[in-house]
């Protein structure tokens, strides 16, 4: 993509990690995407990487804007979660300015690495900000440690239940609610229409295919793209939907098994995310002994990696039914979507 997104606006400085800028034909919504703000989840870049060439091949059938950005790119090159914190629990305001604070003091070699991307990502949200023609729309795209299949999240507002729910995998509820700093959060305090994919475990190839055909299914809900004009989102659906039919469609989380790096937590072998698990089951291990479930329900994102924050969630499925939408020229016409 060049540097004006193709579409003939004021040229601007590439910066590192814009996968793609895409300006379409005419005003409308923005749709921005990022991909590997964890550094051993490569899924969504390359996914992000192959959707941004064939949207912007179509750039001339595109009304509004589409824009990919790789998240921690020093993270993404040592293939680690990440290297000094975690970039997707960075995103508040007080977090925000003491990596300022350290970046206008240190010397360049004690420079942070995840300060020097959080600000790196946050000129290319200002640049949103300021070149968006409509409203914003975004799909964070993630992987897990642990297999299971994929699913989303979302807040809890209608605009953000029109928008996740035009993925067709399992939705859970209140999950991002417990979780702080992290984009999406931020992000809504802008205004912005958000929504979370977990396209898998980390390793699998059908992570990256799940990973682009949730963000073809997220331009047609921007209504970026009309139905006849984005075949693969049609395709992406029937595949989803085939390989979630057997899963909930809505849960909701009930527990987060909170971790630190001390405790040396590990989860026993054969784990997966939407087991049936019950209370009172040995999990994992830690520096005091085993570790159960405090509750029954669906285990969701055990944790099979060397960093992170939480060692397992508990769900529970919801009973609401996921209304039928008409394909129709836009699917920001979505009427809304109960969870």
């Given at each position: 993509?060049?540097?004006?997104?193709?579409?003939?606006?004021?040229?601007?400085?590439?910066?590192?990690?814009?996968?793609?800028?895409?300006?379409?034909k005419s005003e409308g919504p923005l749709l921005l995407c990022v991909g590997g703000l964890h550094?051993?989840?490569?899924?969504?870049?390359?996914?992000?990487?192959?959707?941004?060439?064939?949207?912007?091949?179509?750039?001339?059938?595109?009304?509004?804007?589409?824009?990919?950005?790789?998240?921690?790119?020093?993270?993404?090159?040592?293939?680690?979660?990440?290297?000094?914190?975690?970039?997707?629990?960075?995103?508040?305001?007080?977090?925000?300015?003491?990596?300022?604070?350290?970046?206008?003091?240190?010397?360049?070699?004690?420079?942070?690495?995840?300060?020097?991307?959080?600000?790196?990502?946050?000129?290319?949200?200002?640049?949103?900000?300021?070149?968006?023609?409509?409203?914003?729309?975004?799909?964070?795209?993630?992987?897990t440690s642990g297999g299971g299949g994929p699913f989303s999240t979302a807040a809890d507002r209608?605009?953000?239940?029109?928008?996740?729910?035009?993925?067709?995998?399992?939705?859970?509820?209140?999950?991002?609610?417990?979780?702080?700093?992290?984009?999406?959060?931020?992000?809504?305090?802008?205004?912005?229409?958000?929504?979370?994919?977990?396209?898998?475990?980390?390793?699998?190839?059908?992570?990256?295919?799940?990973?682009?055909?949730?963000?073809?299914?997220?331009?047609?809900?921007?209504?970026?793209?009309?139905?006849?004009?984005?075949?693969?989102?049609?395709?992406?659906?029937?595949?989803?939907?085939?390989?979630?039919?057997?899963?909930?469609?809505?849960?909701?989380?009930?527990?987060?098994?909170?971790?630190?790096?001390?405790?040396?937590?590990?989860?026993?072998?054969?784990?997966?995310?939407?087991?049936?698990?019950?209370?009172?089951?040995?999990?994992?291990?830690?520096?005091?002994?085993?570790?159960?479930?405090?509750?029954?329900?669906?285990?969701?994102?055990?944790?099979?990696?060397?960093?992170?924050?939480?060692?397992?969630?508990?769900?529970?499925?919801?009973?609401?039914?996921?209304?039928?939408?008409?394909?129709?020229?836009?699917?920001?016409?979505?009427?809304?979507?109960?969870?």
């Amino acid at each position: 993509m060049g540097e004006d997104g193709g579409g003939g606006g004021v040229r601007w400085e590439r910066p590192e990690g814009l996968i793609g800028w895409v300006e379409g034909k005419s005003e409308g919504p923005l749709l921005l995407c990022v991909g590997g703000l964890h550094g051993n989840e490569p899924a969504g870049v390359r996914a992000l990487e192959e959707v941004a060439v064939r949207v912007g091949a179509r750039r001339h059938l595109l009304e509004g804007d589409f824009v990919a950005v790789a998240g921690n790119l020093q993270a993404l090159d040592a293939n680690r979660r990440f290297l000094s914190y975690d970039l997707n629990r960075a995103w508040t305001r007080s977090r925000i300015e003491n990596a300022r604070d350290r970046m206008r003091s240190a010397n360049d070699g004690d420079v942070l690495p995840e300060d020097r991307e959080l600000l790196r990502m946050l000129a290319v949200l200002d640049e949103v900000a300021a070149r968006k023609r409509g409203p914003v729309h975004v799909l964070d795209l993630h992987s897990t440690s642990g297999g299971g299949g994929p699913f989303s999240t979302a807040a809890d507002r209608s605009a953000h239940r029109r928008f996740v729910t035009a993925i067709p995998v399992p939705m859970v509820r209140q999950l991002n609610v417990h979780l702080e700093g992290t984009l999406t959060r931020y992000l809504d305090r802008l205004g912005y229409t958000t929504a979370v994919f977990e396209s898998g475990q980390h390793e699998e190839p059908e992570a990256r295919e799940r990973a682009a055909s949730a963000v073809w299914l997220a331009i047609r809900a921007a209504g970026l793209l009309a139905d006849a004009d984005a075949p693969e989102a049609r395709r992406g659906r029937v595949a989803l939907e085939r390989e979630c039919r057997h899963l909930p469609q809505v849960l909701e989380m009930t527990y987060r098994h909170a971790i630190r790096q001390e405790d040396r937590y590990a989860t026993r072998p054969g784990y997966r995310s939407f087991q049936l698990v019950r209370a009172g089951q040995v999990i994992g291990d830690d520096r005091h002994g085993e570790v159960v479930t405090p509750k029954s329900g669906r285990l969701l994102m055990p944790l099979y990696q060397e960093l992170g924050e939480e060692g397992f969630f508990i769900v529970r499925d919801i009973a609401a039914a996921r209304t039928a939408v008409p394909d129709r020229t836009r699917a920001a016409g979505m009427s809304a979507v109960g969870w």
